[in-house]
């Protein structure tokens, strides 16, 4: 089986700027989370999607957006970049609720804000 | 808001040597998640507890959930070079809706 795809895995975006990364779940997963990682902040919540409808979100400003297509693949926009965006940005997929079975994490999008 | 804490946040220790992390909750636990995240990669699932008190034992790790529910520790035995990483526990709020992550204890081993 397939795993965790994100695409692209690098990014070197100007302040300002806005930004679009790509996650394709493993295949017959459903849900897809999304979240950001900092050294200083660890992993942080940003949403989840369940049959393109968003389930969950955490505690990021609204220039944080996600959507899920009918595929389950999923893409996260972060509008107007700032410096403090700068992170590892993560998709993980599972079969139902991330707080019942494990997620499968991707690689990751490292995203640079300068 | 529910939290959890992981403590400590760095772990060196030398090759062979036992190492021990420890994950504390502010609130009652449904389960609790552990995951491993070795340097430049991604978080990859270790294991899942679910019952009070409950033991599980992977090769030289050794997982336990304490009795009320609130508290996890993992234990690595005689560690090895590939035991280098950062280690999270994850529990569930929200029925289980959400998941929220530790801080991580980051290992490193000198060999």
């Known amino acids: 089986k397939a795993g965790v795809t994100q695409t692209p895995r690098y990014l070197i975006k100007t302040r300002g700027q806005q930004v679009t990364l790509s996650c394709s779940p493993i295949s017959g997963h459903r849900s897809v989370s999304w979240y950001q990682q900092t050294p200083g902040q660890g992993l942080q919540f940003l949403f989840e999607y369940f049959s393109e409808t968003q389930r969950n979100k955490g505690n990021f400003p609204g220039r944080f957006s996600g959507r899920q297509f009918s595929n389950s693949r999923s893409e996260m926009n972060v509008s107007t970049l700032e410096l403090g965006d700068s992170a590892l940005y993560l998709c993980?997929?599972?079969?139902?609720?991330?707080?019942?079975?494990?997620?499968?994490f991707g690689p990751g999008t490292r995203l640079t804000v300068t | 808001g529910q939290q959890v804490m992981q403590i400590p946040q760095y772990q060196h220790v030398q090759e062979g040597e036992d190492f021990t992390t420890y994950c504390n909750s502010s609130?009652?636990?449904?389960?609790i998640q552990w995951y491993k995240q070795r340097p430049g990669g991604h978080p990859v699932f270790l294991i899942q507890l679910v019952k009070s008190g409950e033991v599980k034992k992977q090769k030289r790790l050794t997982f336990q959930f304490g009795e009320a529910k609130k508290n996890s520790s993992l234990h690595i035995t005689a560690t090895q070079t590939t035991d280098v990483g950062t280690y999270f526990c994850a529990g569930p709020i929200q029925g289980a809706q959400k998941l929220v992550f530790g801080q991580g204890t980051r290992l490193t081993i000198n060999p």
């Open positions: 993980a997929s599972s079969l139902d609720f991330p707080g019942i079975v494990e997620q499968y």
């Open positions: 609130t009652t636990l449904s389960n």
